[in-house]
């Protein structure tokens, strides 16, 4: 399940005023004469590495994501599909949904070797992926921005079984049909990371991990595209030693050999063998990153994140995770302190491995703070600094709201040629980013925003 909370976009909210009646800065070189946005931007192949974890870690990994669900409880069978897998688009398909769609099954059989394929028309598909209005999917699952089920082909026949057995995963010893549901009125960006990781989850591990900082199986929604190490989970949910209705010991015994063969450059030694996190920290990120509440019942779960992350004495992502929560949470109300709780985050992330992604949100948290702060300097250097990062992870949201940070920065520093520039190379991005011209002009006046706010200041 992917959480409707997109941390690269909402989170820079928490540091701004309400767009203002008062911004009359045109965003478009077009100005009044109507001319709409640019064309919409898109990504190329998408350039992955492996884990930088040892291959005794990634399997410790491999059965928390194989033999656990989100909610806790234990999965006593291991399931697959057995023989060619298909997909089915239905619904309200977004337009660019089969795009999409075909390029991350290219990615499936060349990076994964998996026999996936779109079904033919009229054929029963082992994936039904249907696209519903958000607001029809919130009135069942509040929190997700969209989901897989189990033994079901259509919304409709979830919602008639949502409460019974037939859709409990914990009972499945093989798999034969499963349906993802996703919204059909968000942005492409939106469109593109549920199809990666929900189609992901429907063939492979059902669990998310917050200490996996390169996989989408995370609920921290950092990484918005399918990543080396989720490849590799893939292989070894679909590798020969493995077969339905394994348990967890007799899966456990394998995963040595397939790793050795599968990922040699993990034959290193161990690290630290890292326990789930408490259910009591993952409520806590609900209450901070969720739909509902106000900033002071954000700001209480975001320290209840942190006092719970340092009890249990975590150095990983996930104490990371929870300074970046609270300098979040506390951005509009404390700056100084916000800064300081995120340069923490930054410390820890610069730590891990592989944790590029995290710091470029961070850093796109701190530039809008000194944006408003009056320093266009920092905020340039924090957007130089993680725009190839976020261009890299295939994240538009992230890097068109950097670009037009600093923009606003270079305007501010009176470079308005320079400023003006790059706000019109951002409006591709920020399309497939951010979706609507309406939500679009919306982001860029929150932004503008800020830097009337620091050219005041």
Same mark, same amino acid.
């Given at each position: 399940m992917r959480l409707i909370s997109m941390i690269a976009v909402l989170g820079l909210t928490a540091c701004?005023?309400?767009?203002?009646?008062?911004v009359s800065k045109s965003y478009t070189e077009a100005g009044t004469t109507g001319v709409g946005l640019p064309a919409m931007q898109g990504f190329g192949s998408v350039a992955t590495t492996g884990p930088a974890r040892s291959n005794a870690e990634i399997a410790h990994d491999f059965l928390d994501l194989e033999f656990r669900m989100e909610s806790g409880r234990a999965i006593p069978n291991f399931s697959r599909f057995e023989g060619p897998i298909t997909v089915k688009?239905?619904?309200?398909?977004?337009?660019?949904?089969?795009?999409?769609?075909?390029?991350?099954?290219?990615?499936?059989?060349?990076?994964?070797?998996?026999?996936?394929?779109?079904?033919?028309?009229?054929?029963?598909?082992? /994936?039904?992926?249907e696209f519903q209005p958000r607001a029809q999917m919130a009135k069942v699952v509040p929190m997700a921005a969209c989901?897989?089920?189990?033994?079901?082909?259509?919304?409709?026949?979830?919602?008639?079984?949502?409460?019974?057995?037939?859709?409990?995963?914990?009972?499945?010893?093989?798999?034969?049909?499963?349906?993802?549901?996703?919204?059909?009125?968000?942005?492409?960006?939106?469109?593109?990371?549920?199809?990666?990781?929900?189609?992901?989850?429907?063939?492979?591990?059902?669990?998310?991990?917050?200490?996996?900082?390169?996989?989408?199986?995370?609920?921290d929604n950092f990484n918005s595209v399918l990543t080396g190490s989720d490849m590799l989970m893939l292989r070894l949910h679909y590798a020969p030693e493995l077969r339905n209705g394994m348990n967890e010991a007799e899966a456990a015994k394998y995963l040595p050999g397939m790793l050795a063969r599968m990922?040699?450059?993990?034959?290193?030694?161990?690290?630290?063998?890292?326990?789930?996190?408490?259910?009591?920290? /993952?409520?806590?990120?609900?209450?901070?990153?969720?739909?509902?509440?106000?900033?002071?019942?954000?700001?209480?779960?975001?320290?209840?994140?942190?006092?719970?992350?340092?009890?249990?004495?975590?150095?990983?992502?996930?104490?990371?995770?929870?300074?970046?929560a609270k300098g979040r949470a506390m951005a509009s109300s404390d700056p100084t302190q916000a800064v300081a709780a995120l340069t923490e985050a930054a410390r820890v992330y610069r730590s891990i491995p592989g944790a590029q992604v995290q710091l470029a949100h961070v850093d796109m948290q701190l530039a809008a703070i000194a944006l408003a702060a009056g320093q266009p300097d920092q905020a340039i250097a924090f957007a130089d600094r993680s725009i190839p990062v976020a261009k890299r992870a295939e994240n538009a949201s992230l890097l068109a709201t950097l670009m037009l940070i600093k923009a606003e920065a270079l305007e501010n520093e009176g470079r308005v040629t320079e400023a003006?520039?790059?706000?019109?190379?951002?409006?591709?991005?920020?399309?497939?980013?951010?979706?609507?011209?309406?939500?679009?002009r919306g982001r860029m006046a929150e932004i503008a925003n800020l830097g009337a706010r620091g050219h005041r200041g």
């Open positions: 701004m005023p309400a767009p203002s009646a008062q688009l239905t619904g309200d398909v977004p337009p660019t949904a089969p795009a999409e769609m075909s390029r991350l099954i290219k990615r499936f059989r060349a990076e994964a070797g998996l026999p996936v394929s779109f079904a033919k028309p009229g054929e029963s598909a082992s /994936i039904t992926i989901f897989v089920v189990p033994r079901v082909q259509s919304w409709a026949e979830y919602k008639a079984e949502r409460n019974g057995p037939k859709v409990d995963w914990t009972t499945m010893t093989k798999r034969e049909h499963v349906a993802i549901f996703a919204p059909s009125d968000v942005s492409p960006q939106e469109v593109r990371d549920c199809l990666n990781e929900e189609t992901a989850q429907a063939m492979g591990p059902l669990n998310d991990l917050y200490r996996l900082t390169d996989s989408v199986f995370n609920d990922n040699p450059a993990g034959n290193i030694a161990s690290g630290t063998f890292k326990q789930i996190a408490p259910r009591s920290w /993952i409520a806590a990120v609900e209450g901070t990153f969720g739909p509902r509440g106000g900033n002071a019942a954000r700001l209480r779960s975001a320290d209840m994140m942190l006092q719970i992350a340092m009890a249990q004495g975590w150095h990983d992502a996930r104490l990371g995770f929870s300074y970046y003006r520039a790059l706000r019109l190379d951002t409006l591709g991005w920020a399309r497939y980013g951010f979706g609507s011209e309406r939500q679009v």
